[in-house]
Every structure is written in structure tokens, then in C-alpha cells.
Nanobody, 127 residues
């Protein structure tokens, strides 16, 4: 699976961005999809994930109520809608795909367990 993230950019605090992750090579319909971010000098951290069935989602506490993850298996894409952005959201955002088995609502927040990664997209939020 090849993943390509896009949609990053520079935005003022309080603004919104919509990140997209386009998959190619094979269908992502049986993969848990996640978004992770990494700021300079910091470790990679979990942002959001969605189960392959779409019924299960998870969010980092820092983004709950502001970010929404969704997927369209027919289009082989995953979207992260980011609202009310804060300067601390500044980071490179990566999408990832993980094969976690047959449970349609399962999600995982540990980046180490994901199998495929795309190149990131930079999100910069100015104060």
C-alpha cells in the first residue's frame, strides 16, 4: 500500500485544514487507518484512527472535539478534518495503515503497530 498525505499548509490559530490520505496499490478497506504527527524535537504522537469498518474511532485527548477522521473505502481515501487549530498542532502529519485483523470496529493508537506509512504533510498554525 502506498499512501500520500496532502492538504497541509499555513493557517492562523482558530482556522481549519482538511488533510487527505490517498492510497494506491491495493484497497485499504480492511486496514485500520491512522493519523500521527511529529513536531520538531518531539516524538511521534497519535492523533486519530478509524477502524476498517468505519464504526470505531479514537482521538488523542488534545484533539477531541476539534478533529474528525473519516474514510471512504470506495475512493481509497481517509480524511482528517481539523478545526479550531492551535499553534501546538504544528507538526508534520502522517497517515498510516495497519492490518489488525477481522474486527471491524477495532482501532489502535500505537504507531509502532502500523504497517504502511506515507510521506507527511506539514501543518503550521500561527498565533
Amino acid at each position: 500500500v502506498q499512501l500520500q498525505a496532502s492538504g497541509g499548509g499555513l493557517v492562523q490559530a482558530g482556522g481549519s485544514l482538511r488533510l487527505s490520505c490517498a492510497a494506491s496499490g491495493r484497497s485499504i478497506s480492511t486496514y485500520v487507518m491512522g493519523w500521527f504527527r511529529q513536531a520538531p524535537g518531539k516524538e511521534r504522537e497519535f492523533v486519530a484512527a478509524i477502524s476498517w469498518g468505519g464504526g470505531g474511532t479514537a482521538y488523542a485527548d488534545s484533539v477531541k472535539g476539534r478533529f474528525t477522521i473519516s474514510r471512504d473505502n470506495a475512493k481509497n481515501t481517509v480524511v482528517l478534518q481539523m478545526n479550531s487549530l492551535k499553534p501546538e498542532d504544528t507538526a508534520v502529519y502522517h497517515c498510516a495503515a495497519g492490518d489488525f485483523g477481522r474486527y471491524s470496529d477495532y482501532v489502535d493508537t500505537n504507531w509502532k503497530f502500523y504497517d504502511y506509512w506515507g510521506q507527511g504533510t506539514q501543518v503550521t498554525v500561527s498565533s
